[in-house]
């Protein structure tokens, strides 16, 4: 992507059907592991800028210092976030990649993508990277996948189709059974 961030990177945890939230779209604690949520904090202090969709956040202690996108149908294009000066919203529908990171000041730069589901399936073609931590034993039926073609396919489909690879497993808590599987363009 021309003038945009020089790297994508995706964040997941999902249960052993693929879901990122449950089927009333909250994220239940069957899915919160320290471990993992510590991985997920130190990869997004490495990111520029994070985005995500209206429902989503990550809820971290360095939180409010990072650059933050929203998106949203609420605006037409790209405006400030009147929540957060740190923030802008974006609707994809009326301004590319390129044109929010500049207004958000980044050269370069890696974006750190976290979620939900369209945001995931938005950044498909994009990722360098996607970090996915299954939650071992918990499924969520009728739930919110990881991305729109879950349950159809499996997520490890899904990015197979998309040009990723897993070439990398991480154990972040081996009595839990948490594993972080990393998925690379190549
Ligand atoms: N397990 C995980 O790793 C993980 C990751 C992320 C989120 N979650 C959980 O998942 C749940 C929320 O996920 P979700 O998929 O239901 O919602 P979401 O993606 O966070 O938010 C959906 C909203 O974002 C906006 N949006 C999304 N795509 C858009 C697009 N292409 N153009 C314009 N606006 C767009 C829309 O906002 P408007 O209605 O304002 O137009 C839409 O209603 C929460 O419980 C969250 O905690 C879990």
Known sequence: MADGPARIEGYAIVSE?????????VMPDSL???ADQTFFADGLDHCDAVVHGRHS??????SPQR???TLTHAVAALGPDPGNEKGVLWNPAGARLDQVWTALG???GTLGVIGGTDAFGMFLVHYNVF???RAPGVTLPGGRPVFPEVPRLTPEQVMTQHGLAQQEERTLDAAKGLIVHVWRRG
Do not use: C, V, W
Request: net charge negative; charged share 25%.
């Open 17 to 25: 059907d693929g879901m990122l939230a449950n089927s009333a779209g």
């Open 106 to 108: 980044i050269e370069g």
């Open 32 to 34: 919160k592991f320290e």
């Open 131 to 133: 970090y996915l931590t």
């Open 67 to 69: 650059k933050r996108i």
């Open 57 to 62: 956040h990550e809820q971290q202690p360095h």
